[in-house]
């Protein structure tokens, strides 16, 4: 009885007490797939500056990783932290279905920029994901750089947070997703980008070639509403 006073005290003041369980903590359960996968190359496309690679190390990831980013400024912060890292390296670019320049559009919180127009839905949910700028920008293929650093001893996991841009990128690296193991993608379920794939036509083309989708990483949420607009899933190789 004392227990559940206490819980109920820290209720009322905004906290939930229960008790950790690792097979419901999304990062504990991507750890053990990249563990029990033997993954030792991390493909960081959408790097930003660096969140989810750091998360990776915090959570004892210790291979190899390269993040992909093309904004000018978010790079300079990503290269800043990376450098104090030896076998994390970084390229200034965005990974599409072909080798070109593109221009991307530059959204004030900078996580929520996109080669793609944003709809009205993100920006109600997110003001902060409003567009402020353009920029000019390298677009290469995971087709024509993954053999720069993938050997036959490989284990390699993508991981893709592009902003509805996700089939560009799976497009343009046919060739190297048979070498891939896993993925961790970031998919929408309703429309928050002009033509971006929602997350069955995701999950239908990852299954084609031999995919099994393992989990949902809850990702953004519609504040006012508490709508789930986006989450991230874990697929890999069986």
Same mark, same amino acid.
């Given at each position: 009885?004392?227990?559940?006073?206490? #819980?109920?005290?820290?209720?009322?003041?905004?906290?939930?007490?229960?008790?950790?369980?690792?097979?419901?903590?999304?990062? !504990?359960?991507?750890?053990?797939?990249?563990?029990?996968? &033997?993954?030792?190359?991390?493909?960081?496309?959408?790097?930003?500056?660096?969140?989810?690679?750091?998360?990776?190390?915090?959570?004892? =990831?210790? *291979?190899?990783?390269?993040?992909?980013?093309? %904004?000018?400024? !978010? =790079?300079? @912060?990503?290269?800043?932290?990376?450098?104090?890292?030896?076998?994390?390296?970084?390229?200034?670019?965005? %990974?599409?279905?072909?080798?070109?320049?593109?221009?991307?559009?530059?959204?004030?919180?900078?996580?929520?920029?996109?080669?793609?127009? +944003?709809?009205?839905?993100?920006?109600?949910?997110?003001?902060?994901?409003?567009? +402020?700028?353009?920029?000019?920008?390298?677009?290469?293929?995971?087709?024509?750089?993954?053999?720069? =650093?993938?050997?036959?001893?490989?284990?390699?996991? %993508?991981?893709?947070?592009?902003?509805?841009? @996700?089939? #560009?990128?799976?497009?343009?690296?046919?060739?190297?997703?048979? !070498? +891939?193991? $896993?993925?961790?993608?970031?998919?929408? %379920?309703?429309?928050?980008?002009?033509?971006?794939?929602?997350? $069955?036509?995701?999950?239908?083309?990852?299954?084609?070639?031999?995919?099994?989708?393992?989990?949902?990483?809850? &990702?953004?949420?519609?504040?006012?509403? *508490?709508?789930?607009?986006?989450?991230?899933?874990?697929?890999?190789?069986?």
């Amino acid at each position: 009885m004392v227990r559940t006073a206490v #819980k109920n005290g820290l209720r009322k003041l905004g906290y939930v007490v229960s008790q950790y369980d690792s097979r419901r903590d999304p990062l !504990a359960v991507r750890t053990r797939f990249l563990e029990s996968h &033997g993954i030792n190359l991390v493909l960081d496309v959408g790097a930003n500056t660096g969140q989810f690679a750091l998360q990776l190390l915090e959570t004892g =990831y210790s *291979g190899s990783m390269i993040s992909f980013e093309p %904004l000018s400024a !978010a =790079y300079r @912060t990503l290269s800043d932290v990376a450098r104090h890292h030896v076998n994390w390296r970084v390229e200034n670019c965005a %990974l599409g279905d072909k080798e070109d320049t593109a221009e991307i559009n530059v959204a004030e919180n900078s996580w929520s920029s996109s080669l793609l127009n +944003i709809l009205p839905t993100h920006v109600e949910s997110a003001p902060d994901s409003a567009y +402020i700028a353009t920029e000019r920008i390298q677009m290469r293929t995971l087709d024509a750089l993954f053999p720069r =650093y993938a050997t036959a001893e490989t284990r390699a996991f %993508l991981k893709i947070d592009t902003q509805g841009f @996700t089939m #560009k990128v799976l497009d343009g690296g046919e060739q190297a997703l048979e !070498a +891939i193991l $896993g993925l961790q993608v970031e998919m929408s %379920l309703v429309p928050l980008y002009e033509g971006e794939p929602l997350i $069955g036509e995701v999950v239908s083309f990852l299954q084609r070639r031999g995919f099994t989708l393992l989990f949902l990483m809850p &990702g953004f949420i519609d504040n006012a509403t *508490g709508q789930q607009l986006q989450v991230d899933g874990l697929f890999f190789r069986l």
